[in-house]
Structure formats: C-alpha cells, structure tokens
C-alpha cells in the first residue's frame, strides 16, 4: 500500500471488513448448549465435545484441499471404511497391540495409494473428480467388504484406540485430556500451515482459481492437484484412526463423512469449485455441525426436526456468508 | 446536424468496496455521431457503459433515452430501450455456433419453434457488412475461432440489433489494421444512418479518424470534454494531467545489442513451418502479421505450452528442449500471454498473489509462503509501485482492478524472476497511453538489462516504435525481417503475402 | 402397517416359551404349530436350479446369514445350481432381479429374501403365477401364494425379552434409554412398540428414544449426552450392533455399566462377559437362512413342509448359558445363534480360525 | 470492401466426446451380448429379457432426464432422491386405495415437485446459495419433513393405478414407453424452443446470457422446476411399482448420485451449456445393462461394487481423457 496507489482513484484504506459468520455461529451455538447444560462447562463437558468433533474436524481441514485446488473428494469416507475394516479384518484377526506401530503406517500407505490414484484419474484422464471420486467411493467400499467378507474379522487393540479413546486425566486446569484433543490440535495446525503459510498453499488456491493461468505461470498444476487428493486421503485415514479409536470397529463406518466434510468446509466460507478456503473456518465449520447435533439432542428434538434445523441451518450459513462477501466485495 | 442527444447521463456517481469508480459524471451522445470516451485504465469508462446498459445501477444520478428518465435493473432493459453494447471482455459462447450467438437470448420463432434457417441466413446477412461471410461461417463454434474473429463476432452481434444507440468499448484492442479499417467504414456507415455510437479506445489515432466529439475521464471524473476532436496531446494531457515526453524510448544502439540468447533452427509444429529465428540480448524484436499467422503459435512454441516437434532451439549456444512452460520458465523465458483471463490471471487471488505466483512456483513449495530466493513481499509490492498498479490495497482480489492494471500486475510477476528472454503477446492491449509508455520504456529497460525481449502484436505503429528488429510472419511462416526504418506498408504487404519481404 | 398389535404381541410372547416340534439339538429343523402344506405339485427330478433373490448382504447379520445358506447349500447335491441375484437394500432393484430372473426361466424354486414386505408382493406374486415354488423368509410379504414363510418368532418376541430382562434388574421409577438403529424396518419397530409398552406398564422411564444409525461414535456421543444429564438405569436396544460402543460409553465415563441389552454377537457377549454387567442377548437366529433352504430341498422333492407359516425358536442367550456361546475365534460380529456349529466348514467359512 | 481471403476458423475437429455416449452404448451391449453367447445362455437375447434390461431401471431414467437439465444450466440438483420418497408416500397416502383420488395425488405430487424445483431455484439465484449446498439442505428439510408424517410405507395405490407400473401393451409396459416419450419432449424442448437454447447459454456463460438480455435466474428456476417435476414423476411411478410409498426408497436408490452419474456418462458435461437426453438416455440403458450383466454372470455382490465404480470412472474417462480442457 503506498502512494500513489492511495492516491488515485481515491480509495478507503481500511481493511475490507467481516468476520467470517462460522465464528460467530459456533459461539452461538456453544452458548445455547452450555446454557442448556451447564455440565458442558466443565472439562468433561467440553473436552468431551472436542474429543467426538476431532475425527471430521481433521477430515475436513483435509478435504478442504480439494476443494480448495477445484475438487471434490467424495470417496474420504470410504477410505476410512477400508482401511479401518481391512485393519479389522484381515490384519488383526488375533488382538495383537504390537500390531498398531506397523498398521497405522500401513493403512497410511493405503491411503496414499488411494489419493494417488483419485489425483491421476482427474488429472490425467480428466474424469471430473466428482465423478472420479464417486466411482473410487463405490469401488473402496467393494473392495471393504470383498476383502473382510462383508463385516470385519477382528478387533482393534487398545494400543490403537488410543488415539481416538483414551483421555489423559487429572492435567491442571482443565482435568482430562483427551488424546484426539491433541491430534486435532497438531493436524490443525499442520493443516493450517500448509494451506496458509506456505508457496504450496497459494498454488493450491491458485489452480482451483485458474488452472490454465496458473500453468501458463510455471505452477506444477498436475502435481499439485495430486498432493491435494493425497492429503485428503491421509487426513481422512488419520480420522479415521481416531474415528475407529473411539467408536470401535464396525462395518459401514465413516460413510456419510463425505459429505459432512464438504459442508464443514463450505459452512467456513469456501468456495466449491475452488480458489477461496480457510483451515481454521473449516475446523470451525465441523465444530458447529457436531454442536448442532450436540444442542438437538439436548433439545431432545424428535429426528426428523433435526434434519429440518440442520437443513436451514446449511443454507442459511452458505446464505449469510455469499451475501457478507458481496457486501465486502471480496 | 447534431440534434438533441438520444443518450444523456446526468451526475452519474458509483462506488464499488474500496473504490469510488465514478463521481458525477456527466455524458451525451446524440444522433449521427461518433462520442470518443477516453481515460486511463481504471478512469471508469466501463463502469459508466456498465450503467448505462443496466449492469450496474448508479448510486447517484440520472440516465434518459429520448430525453426521458430511465432505470434499467437488467441489460435486457437497455437492449429494449435500443442500446447495444461491445463489451470490453467477451461475452460469447464458446460452444455455441456463431449463429446462435448473434441470436443469444432473441431467437426468431416461427409458429412457437426457433427458426434456425432463418438465423443463419440473416447471420450471413450480417456478416456480409464485414466482407467476412467467407471467412466466418454461421454454423462454425466460437470456440473454432481465433481471436480476432472472435472480436468480429461481438462486433457483429451489436450492429445486428440495428440499435439507435451503440456502445463500442475498445473494439479493436484484438483486431489487425485491415480489420480495423472494416470497422471504421462500418461506422461511418451507421453515423450516416443517424445511430449514435459510444467509442472507447486507448488508441489516439481511432480517435482522430472517427470521433466527432471526445469525453476524458479520470479518477472517476469528466475533466475535459471536446466538441470538435483536437490534437492528440491534448486530449493525452486531459488524461494524463501532463504531456507525455518521449512517447517510445530511445531504440538499441549497435553496442548494446549482444550475442543471441535464443536460436531455432528448421522449427515447425502444427502450426508453424520450418522458422529459422535468432534473439539477441538487448534487442527487442517486434513480430508482425495478420490474426492466425503463428505468433502465437511461435510464443507457446519458446514457451514450451505448444512445443516444437521439429527442429533445434538453443538457449545461450546450449540446445534446449522446452516441452512445459515450467521447462521454459526455468530455462530463463518469461511470457505474458494475450488473453490475460483466460491465460495469465488468477482473479479470486489478491494483486500481491498474482504478481508473486511464478516466483513461488519455484521457490521451495513449503517454503514461507512471503519471501522466496527470487523475491519478497516488499519487493514485490515494489514492482507493483514500480508499475503504478492501481488499486485501493494490494490485497484486494484481482477480480476487481480494471483491464490495464490487471496487465501491470502480471508484469510485474516475471519482474520477479528477471528472465533472459521475455515474450510481451500484445503488451499494451487496452492499455492506457501513459501505461502504454512506461510498458515500452520497461521492456528497454529489460534490453538495456542484457534480456531478449519479444513482443508480438497487431498495432504496427507499437510495432515500428518500439522494436530494433520486425519479423513478419505469415502462415506459420516467417516471411520477412526488417528493420525499425520500415513503413507500414511495406510490413503489412509482407503480412498480406502481396509481396515478399526482404528475406533475412 | 400396525406396528402395536396386541393380538400378535400376546401370540409371541406365547411362543417364545411353547415348544417346538422337530429334532431338539437342530434348532433350525424345528417349527411351531403342526399345520403342514402338501407340495407334490412341485415334485421335480433333480438336479435343480434353486434361485435366490436376496434383499441385500448389507449388514453382518445377513452376512453371516448368507454363508450358513451357502453352506447349507453345499450339502444338497441335487441342488445343481444356485443363483444369487442382489439387490444392494434397494425394492425397485429386488423386483427387477425378480423379473430378470423370471425372464430367464431357468430356476426350479425361487428362494426370496424380501427387501420390503409391501412393495415386493407383487414380484413374488408374479412368480407364483409363473408356477415356480416360492420361499420367503425373514420379513414377509402380504399374499400367500408362497409355499411356505419362513421365520423365527418375531420382532415383539426380541422386544419382550429385552425388557422382561430389565424390568427384572431395575426397580420401578428408574430410567431406561431406549437406543434403535433407524425408524421404519417392520422387525425393529415391533421389537421397539413391544417394549416401550412393557415398560409403562412397569412403570419405567423412558428418557428417550434415539436413532443411532448403527454408528458406533454417534451411538457414544449419544449415551455421553444422557449421561451429562442424569443417571441411566438400563439401556434398551433393539438390535446389537451398536451395544458395545453404549456399554464403553459407561466405561470411559467412569461410570458403573447398568443393564445394557444386545444380541448374540461375539463383541457384545465377550464385552458382557468381561465386564460383567447385567445383560441379555436376545435373538434373531440366523439360522433361518439354512431353514429357507431346506424348505425349498423338501418342496422340489415333494416333501411336506412346516406351513404356510414356519415359525422357529428364537432363543434368548442368558448369563447361565453365556460361555457355551462365546468363542474367541470368531469375528466380533458373528451371531452367535446361526445354528452353524455342526457344520463342517465351521468355523473357516465364517471368518473364524479354528 | 473486399472479403479478406482468410480461413479462420481451425478445422472444425470431430467432437469425439459428442458421440462417446453412443459408442459406450454400444460396446455395452457388445459386451452383453459376447458374454450371454459364451455362457451358453443364449436365452437371455429374448425380447422379452430386452425389454426387462429397459425396464430395470425407469425411476433412474425418469429421475436422470430432470437431472440433465438441472446439470446443463451447470446446476445439480442432490434432492431428488428425496423428491421421490415424498412424491411416492403422497401418491400412495393421497390415493390410499381409492380409485377416485387418482388424479388428485398426481396433481397434488406434481404441485409439490414444482414448489420444491421453486425454492431449489431461488435459493440459488436470489440468495446465490452453491447448488450443491442448496439442494443438500433441502434433501435434508424434504426427509425430516417427510419422516416426521411417516416412518413406515403408508397408504396404498389403488390395482388401476399399478396399471402404470405393471401394465403394458403386448410386452412392452406402458412405463417404458412413457420414459421414451418424457424423454422425446425434452429433446424437443432444448432442441426447438428458446427456453432450451437459454438453458445452454446459461449454462454455459451466466454472464454472457445476462449481457444478451436473458433473464438468467428465471431459466436456472426453470431449469430445477423441471428437474424435480420428473423426480415427482419418477417417485409417482416408484409408488406405483411398491403398491406404496416409504420415506427412504429414494435414498435406498441412490437416485440423487445414480442419476448425476448416468447424465455425466451420457456426456453432459457438469460445467454445464454442452450435453443432451439422448446421452442421459444412452447412460441409463448402460447402468441397466450393467446389472443385467452382473445377474447373467452372478457376481458376487461386492465384486459388483468394485466393476460397478471402476466402470463408471472408465466410462467418463473414455471421452474426457481426451478434452483440452482443464478439469478439477
Ligand atoms: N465489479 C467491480 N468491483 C469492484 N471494483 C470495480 C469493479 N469494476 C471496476 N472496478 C473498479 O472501478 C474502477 C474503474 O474500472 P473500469 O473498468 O471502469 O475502468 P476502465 O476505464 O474501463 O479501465 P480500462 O481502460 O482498463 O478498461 C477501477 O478502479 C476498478 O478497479
Ligand atoms: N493460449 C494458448 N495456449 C497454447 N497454444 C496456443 C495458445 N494460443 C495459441 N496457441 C497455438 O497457436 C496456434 C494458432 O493460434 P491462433 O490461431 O491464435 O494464431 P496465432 O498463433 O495467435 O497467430 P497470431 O498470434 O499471429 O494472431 C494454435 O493452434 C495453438 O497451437
Ligand atoms: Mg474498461
Ligand atoms: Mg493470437
């Protein structure tokens, strides 16, 4: 900012306004439920609260790559499914703990392997990845239940379910702490990192903004598109770590994550179709999803209520947020 | 013979987030004649055609057709109200045939079904005006079509309404001399049949030859306003705010020009044949030639996004094979295509983005994201200064500067990596005079700093200003070299293919 | 559909208890009642094609259902081919396969696993009409043309043993929360519309009825919502799947594990057995996949049949037979109650280890 | 001024994707066809087993034909499968066996698709609500609304009204041959009429559209208003088919993703402004020909699954593989 763009045409200098309404919506929602129940105040109440939101917070912060570079990664949650019930079935069949320090790199490696292919397919063979992804979504959950038999094979040691179950007790302060806690916060952060403070980020947000433009620029457009579906799909295994740690195994877990994700992220701003999208908005957008489930449940609303409230409440968000960046002009 | 104006527009003010685009401007055009509307980029000419076609609503002020009020809340307003518009960016459909787009969203009907015989011939009716119903065919996807032609189409879509009023915004940023004349006898036609025409135009020489009258606007405000059409400087200082001294910078002397930085020899690709070609550091060569003849195709080809598939190109003596533009780019060669949003801009990222994009792609990819080997934060928004980018923070959304400061950004990205060969595909298209200058002082200024530069463009005085050596090019085919003493016609016989260049 | 039928509720609670003819330790031979269908009309020369039209191998329960059917297949030489078409749990796709099959014309019987009762009658009605002998078993279908319909007591039955159970262990006035997988399914909601009146009538509370999907982490963040809010005197469910994730809820509260009820899979019942709470495992025996089998054998080869209704004994596994029914070897979501064990390809076949 | 002798236009390619639908179409049948032979089971080349094949997959096509305009105008619409659960609980809770009330519950079911497509419309025009997101949370509303009434089949459709299901002339039932004809009338509305041609150029550039004077939120309206009008369609047939309605046969279906798949398939492009009926059309008979395959060959369920997506990415793949565009 300098002269003589100051200058002329004359121009306000102050910075475009508006706090991204996600923010202002978790508060909310927060306040009713702690209103509601003032247990949630206490440690067990909200650490609770944070150890459940982890799994879809990481995923979505994941997801929002893709989105952000001009995707969609529909088949995350069947990523999950696979490698927790291919750990569950084949893997595990004897209840083994040493297991967990060669599996979890192993069903990493399914998942790079995954997103590899999600990012050759849409870039190479140009298959939109909606269609892309759907058709990896479809195949993933084949190969699950192909591959366990239709229900998995065996149990996750505890060494495993650490991650998504154990809480670490009597921390000052705030008493327990929850191991997912601390994931959350350090892919939060890795996340956030990468998407916001690095050359890579901005090529990301690049290519979902212009592909062409960005190529013509020297932007590894192919490449970079690729890393974003592998992040997804080694965010999504991670959550799916703690997804397993905390519910245990089961046969269809992690479906429905997939979209739940993409409305996290769309919820905190982003743009679908790529070039605008914010980690921390994101993490938020999946916190006031899970505290909408939360507040309903307190409510004790019938079901079909909820899915009406979560209705508006989607739209309404995406509403306030596009009618917000018009008036900011951003 | 000028009557009571058919388009008045009274105190007109509109301000976007961060920017006041207009402010009480004032605007007539009447019946039968040519109304030239001048202003550096960013001045708010567009903006002002914007609500005066119903795209945007003013925040202040009046507009009247025929002396009585209107408020247009949608261009279809306007269009009924009689007034078309050129717009300065496309706004044709690609995958639907030049018919279609003629008829866009006003197709014949017979008995309730569109009538496509009848828009085709009609089309070829249009088209005829032109003397390019040969050249354009009704049934032919815009896609199909090159720039110009693409140009031709928008052009032909406005006149085909038979409108009483015609807003033209900067026409010919994409078209050749020859189809430059085309338009200008189309106009005088239409003048002579009483329809009041809006022309917008960077180009001083369009003014002079078909303008009646002339509106400068800056910052937003009419400053000056011309019954008769006077002298170029003139209404360059109502723009400016003082005279432009040396219009083109001081050509190459012999000294300066080194040994060749990029030779191809025998190079041919789909669409180029067998191109022997040399530039030298410190030189700047123009490349001349009519719409489709191959600069393009030549520029992608160095650039690596449309590779050669024969013959050898050598990069500082070392042969080199240039397959992405990341190879390019990395081989030391820059280059700012000429359609800057379909090719060179990344509109939802900040100015600071666009012009830092080459050099973080080729930085460390985790590396900060605000300071790379190449440049830094400050730097860069010391080239966007440098460049008199303008806009009310660099890290306002591209999407929203006006066409010329767009153009400056992108200059600045390959400021950033300082390349040894630097290819300019139109530089100055929609560009504003003082801007124009500074892009040509800037690009000796790369020679001066021992860089190769090209520039391939359609504006021959830009081309014989501004280069120390002119190749013309036709075909995909180079077909005559000359030097900056050349005369425009003897390149655009060369271009034509009327008769043969000197060969080099 | 009526899904508190008192009729039917008072019919079932009958027959948990009656006495089933038929070979005592072959659960999946036995059959309520004596009433029998004559099927010399479709007395056939072997070998056959025996077509299956199932609604789907959508869950653990059919999938452990399926092999016992597949297995029991293989011990019916005259059966020369089995088809399997699968509807992937969708009605409009089940009535297709229905058609195609029908179109190809090659099955001898046609064995139906009916995805939804209402919409698939007319399918099956079809069949019939195409003088095939038909099967159905699990959920119903609203016409008798079938040879005969096979199934275990019933969805009221699994209802009333769950809560017999927790009235038993709970006092009156305490707290029960009601935990189901999704609305709608005929088998569950009776199993719900039983015990909630059970209930009342103890005088227990209901806290609430929630659907958890059968997702396990949806199913804890559940429990842990009730919990922040008040004790929990027992926990209902109308089916196992999700029963271990409910008792762990307790557990990583810190809480004592009241009566939490399941059904007979291997998680659930090594979970009860190790922590010790108070539970039950009420059953839907997957046996009835062998059974449907069997009855198709005897029809093609002229035999009489249970019918047109052949009930079987639905067991509840309580804490005196508990052990017989853990097995280490087994996936955690095998069904105890198959039937299987005799079996020779047992336990391979079902993903256990021997 | 004299014609400046210049070509142009490139030569005008031949537009490979443009005839993909059809060349997968046919492959499929090949296939099919390759496979009966080698099996041995010669009598699946009935006519009667062809017209099952068509008849497998009605509601799909009938969903997929609105869904094709919805993605054309470069929209989606992710609510129909909802659309049909409700539209088939009313049909059959509306009728509820009597013949009488046939005609009200068609009008009743087809007033309510029209309000639906409405609102979808709106919210995506007026408050430029992202279509996925929009005709999500209406999905959403549509199914807790709707299972708020009913968590069970209600209601029953009267014998006659079965007709329209289960009836045919000779052995083709009346069902498939209003497929073809819903789908005749499409093509003849985006081919002849000028809301079609808006519908592409919407499509294909909003701004463009709008500069030419079309009233481009009205075609986007139009455009979802016809996308859940056939979704009501499909769910009035789909009652009919059950005898009755339940509030998740649409989702059992999978008809929300099933259909933006076979439309993709058939060539339509999800940016919108490029595509057509008959590829839809063409995409169907390939899903159908699909499960038939699977029947014929008895693949295992999960084997399914597995072909079943590696197909669909195949398929899409075929044409799109070899576009210039840039695709995300
Ligand atoms: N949609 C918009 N949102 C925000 N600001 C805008 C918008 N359109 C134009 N502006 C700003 O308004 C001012 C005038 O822009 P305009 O396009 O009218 O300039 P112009 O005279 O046409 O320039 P050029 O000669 O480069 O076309 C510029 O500062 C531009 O940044
Ligand atoms: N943006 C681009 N990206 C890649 N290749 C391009 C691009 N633009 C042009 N080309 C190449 O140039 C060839 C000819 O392009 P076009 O028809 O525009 O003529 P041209 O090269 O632009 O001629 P001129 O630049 O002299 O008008 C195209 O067929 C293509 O191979
Ligand atoms: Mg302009
Ligand atoms: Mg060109």
């Known amino acids: ?330 | 013979m000028i009557d009571a104006p058919v388009i008045e527009m009274r105190g007109i003010s509109k301000s976007f987030p961060g920017v006041k685009a207009l402010r009480g401007v004032s605007f007539a055009c009447a019946r039968g004649e040519v109304h030239a509307l001048c202003g550096e980029n960013g001045a708010g000419k567009s903006t002002l055609i914007k609500i005066l076609s119903g795209v945007y609503r003013p925040d202040a002020g009046e507009v009247l057709i025929d002396g009585k009020a209107q408020h247009f809340s949608h261009p279809q307003n306007a269009l009924l109200a009689g007034i078309s518009v050129i717009y300065q960016e496309f706004s044709l459909l690609r995958e639907r045939t030049v018919a279609q787009n003629l008829f866009l969203g006003r197709e014949p009907l017979k008995n309730g079904i569109i009538d496509s015989r009848a828009m085709i011939t009609e089309t070829q009716r249009v088209l005829a005006l032109f003397g390019i119903r040969h050249r354009i065919k009704p049934e032919t996807l815009v896609a199909d079509l090159d720039v110009a032609s693409q140009q031709m189409v928008e052009i032909a879509k406005a006149i085909s309404l038979n409108a009483k009023v015609i807003v033209m915004d900067e026409p010919t940023a994409a078209l050749n001399e020859a189809e430059c004349e085309v338009l200008f006898a189309l106009v005088d036609r239409l003048r002579a049949s009483g329809t009041a025409i809006v022309y917008i135009t960077h180009r001083m020489r369009e003014v002079t030859r078909i303008a009646n009258r002339v509106t400068v606007i800056k910052d937003g405000e009419v400053t000056a306003s011309f019954d008769t059409v006077p002298a170029p400087e003139v209404i360059v200082r109502a723009m400016v705010g003082r005279d432009i001294s040396e219009y083109y910078p001081e050509p190459a002397a012999p000294a300066e020009i080194g040994k060749p930085v990029l030779t191809i020899a025998g190079g041919s690709n789909a669409s180029l044949r067998d191109i022997d070609l040399e530039l030298r550091a410190g030189e700047i060569v123009g490349f001349a030639g009519l719409q489709g003849a191959g600069r393009t195709a030549l520029a992608m080809a160095i650039f690596g996004a449309a590779p050669l598939t024969a013959g050898t190109m050598t990069l500082d003596g070392k042969t080199v094979r240039l397959l992405t533009p990341r190879d390019a780019i990395r081989a030391g060669i820059g280059m700012l295509p000429g359609d800057r949003k379909a090719s060179a801009l990344v509109l939802m990222q900040s100015v600071r983005d666009n012009g830092m994009l080459t050099a973080r792609s080729f930085a460390h990819a985790l590396g900060r994201r605000n300071s790379n080997r190449f440049i830094g934060i400050e730097g860069m928004d010391g080239l966007l200064d440098q460049m008199k980018v303008r806009a009310p923070s660099y890290e306002q959304e591209m999407r929203f500067l006006s066409g010329g400061n767009q153009q400056k950004a992108i200059v600045a990205r390959w400021l950033a990596l300082r390349p040894k060969v630097l290819i300019f595909i139109e530089p100055t298209r929609g560009i504003d005079v003082d801007t124009k200058a500074s892009i040509y002082h800037l690009m000796r200024d790369l020679a001066r700093g021992g860089a190769a530069v090209m520039m391939v463009s359609s504006d021959l005085p830009e081309i014989l200003g501004a280069s120390d050596r002119i190749v013309v090019m036709r075909d995909g085919r180079i077909v005559g070299q000359f030097d900056r003493t050349a005369t425009e016609a003897e390149l655009m016989l060369a271009a034509t293919g009327e008769a043969a260049g000197v060969a080099a | 559909p009526n899904f508190d039928d008192p009729a039917e509720f008072a019919k079932q609670r009958e027959q948990l208890t009656a006495t089933f003819n038929g070979p005592a330790d072959q659960p999946y031979l036995q059959y309520a009642g004596d009433a029998m269908v004559d099927t010399t009309e479709f007395k056939k020369e072997g070998p056959w094609t025996v077509c299956f039209s199932n609604a789907g191998v959508n869950n653990p329960w059919r999938v452990v259902g399926y092999t016992n059917m597949t297995e029991e297949v293989k011990l019916h030489p005259e059966i020369g081919t089995f088809t399997h078409v699968d509807a992937e749990g969708s009605d409009d796709k089940q009535i297709a396969d229905i058609d195609d099959l029908l179109a190809g014309g090659n099955c001898d019987a046609l064995i139906v696993s009916p995805n939804s009762t209402a919409a698939l009658t007319p399918a099956v009605e079809k069949a019939c009409a195409a003088g095939l002998p038909v099967i159905v078993f699990d959920r119903g279908v609203t016409t008798d043309c079938p040879v005969t319909f096979v199934h275990p007591v019933g969805g009221y039955g699994f209802g009333i043993q769950a809560a017999d159970h927790i009235i038993a262990n709970v006092p009156a006035g305490g707290n029960v929360l009601m935990l189901r997988i999704l609305p709608g399914v005929d088998v569950l909601e009776t199993r719900a519309s039983g015990a909630r009146n059970m209930f009342a009538e103890a005088g227990l509370t209901v806290l609430g009825e929630e659907f958890t999907d059968g997702d396990n982490a949806k199913t804890k963040s559940i429990v842990e919502d009730y919990l922040q809010r008040g004790t929990i005197d027992a926990v209902w469910m109308d089916a196992g799947a999700t029963a271990v994730a409910a008792v762990e809820a307790f557990e990583d509260q810190g809480v004592d594990i009241p009566v939490v009820t399941g059904e007979d899979q291997q998680d659930y019942l090594q979970k009860w057995r190790d922590l010790g709470f108070k539970g039950i495992a009420p059953t839907y025996p997957s046996y009835q996949w062998r059974t449907a089998v069997i009855a198709a054998v005897n029809t093609l080869k002229g035999e009489q049949v249970p019918g047109p209704e052949w009930v079987l004994p639905q067991p509840a596994i309580t804490q005196d037979v508990l052990d017989q029914y853990i097995n280490e070897k087994m996936p955690p979501l095998h069904y105890a109650m198959c039937g299987c064990e005799d079996m020779e390809t047992y336990p391979e076949a079902w993903g256990g280890t021997k | 001024m004299t014609d400046t002798p210049l070509t142009a236009s490139k030569p005008p390619r031949f537009r490979f994707d443009r005839h993909a639908s059809t060349i997968l179409l046919l492959a499929a049948i090949a296939i099919y066809i390759v496979l009966v032979v080698a099996l041995g089971q010669t009598r699946f080349l009935t006519l009667d087993n062809l017209v099952a094949i068509l008849g497998r997959s009605i509601t799909l096509g009938i969903t997929a034909i609105g869904q094709t305009f919805a993605i054309l105008v470069a929209s989606i619409d992710l609510s129909v499968a909802s659309v049909i659960s409700a539209a088939a609980v009313v049909t059959s809770v509306v009728m509820n066996g009597e013949p009488s009330m046939m005609l009200p519950a068609i009008l009743a079911v087809l007033s309510l698709g029209a309000v639906v497509g409405l609102i979808n419309g709106l919210v995506i025009t007026k408050l430029e609500v992202n279509p996925l997101i929009a005709t999500l949370g209406m999905s959403l509303i549509i199914q807790g609304v709707l299972s708020y009434y009913y968590n069970n089949f209600a209601g029953a459709v009267p014998a006659e009204f079965q007709v329209f299901a289960y009836g045919s002339v000779g052995i083709v039932p009346y069902s498939l041959i209003f497929m073809f004809a819903l789908a005749g009338l499409a093509w003849f509305v985006l081919r002849f009429t000028r809301f079609g041609s808006d519908i592409y150029s919407v499509g294909g550039n909003q701004d463009a559209a709008r500069l030419a004077g079309i009233k481009t939120a009205r075609v986007v309206i139009g455009a979802h208003v016809i996308c859940s009008l056939c979704a009501a369609i499909a769910g009035i047939y789909l009652a009919s088919r059950l005898r009755s309605g339940a509030p998740w046969i649409g989702a059992e279906g999978v008809y929300d993703l099933e259909s933006i798949a076979v439309v993709v398939i058939g060539g339509t492009v999800l940016a919108g402004g490029r595509g057509g009926i008959w590829g839809t059309m063409a995409g169907v008979i390939i899903f159908s020909l699909i499960d038939s395959i699977f029947n014929v060959a008895g693949v295992d369920a999960f084997v399914k699954q597995v072909l079943r997506g590696i197909i669909i990415i195949a398929a899409v793949a075929f044409y799109a593989a070899r576009s210039q565009r840039p695709v995300a």
């Not at chain 1, 947000?205 to 062409?212: C, F, K, S, T, V």
């Open chain 1, 1 to 330: 900012m300098t002269e003589q763009t100051a200058a002329r045409p004359e121009v306000s200098r102050r910075r475009l306004p508006g706090v991204n309404p996600v923010y202002v919506l978790v508060v909310a929602l927060l306040l009713a439920i702690f209103i509601m129940n003032p247990a949630f105040g206490e440690p067990t109440g909200y650490m609770n609260f944070l150890k459940r939101v982890a799994a879809l917070a990481i995923l979505s912060g994941g997801a929002l790559y893709v989105i952000v570079s001009g995707g969609f990664d529909l088949s995350v949650g069947s990523t999950m499914t696979l490698t927790l019930t291919v750990i569950g079935s084949s893997m595990l069949a004897s209840n083994d703990p040493n297991s967990t320090y060669w599996i979890i790199p192993l069903m990493l490696g399914i998942g790079l392997v995954v997103g590899l292919i999600n990012g050759l397919v849409v870039s190479y063979l140009k298959v939109p990845s909606l269609i892309a992804t759907l058709g990896m979504m479809i195949t993933l959950n084949g190969v699950a239940f192909m591959w366990s038999g239709g229900a998995p094979r065996g149990y996750l040691p505890d060494t495993f379910r650490f991650f998504g179950r154990f809480n670490i007790s009597d921390v000052p302060l705030i008493g327990i702490l929850p191991v997912a806690v601390i994931c959350l916060v350090v892919f939060g952060t890795i996340l956030w990192w990468g998407m916001h403070r690095t050359n890579y980020g901005r090529m990301l947000h690049a290519i979902g903004d212009n592909p062409q433009a960005a190529r013509l620029a020297g932007v590894p457009v192919q490449r970079v598109r690729i890393s974003a579906f592998v992040v997804s799909a080694l965010t999504a295994v991670l959550a799916g770590v703690i997804l397993g740690g905390r519910g245990g195994v089961s046969v269809d877990i992690g479906s429905g994550y997939e979209l739940q994700a993409i409305t996290a992220a769309v919820i905190g701003g982003a743009q679908l179709l790529g070039g605008r999208g914010s980690v921390p908005a994101t993490i938020a957008g999946a916190l006031a999803l899970e505290a909408i489930f939360t507040l309903l449940n307190l409510i004790g609303l019938a079901q079909p209520v909820r899915l009406v409230v979560q209705g508006l409440i989607l739209i309404g968000a995406v509403a306030l947020a596009t009618y917000q960046r018009k008036r900011a002009g951003r």
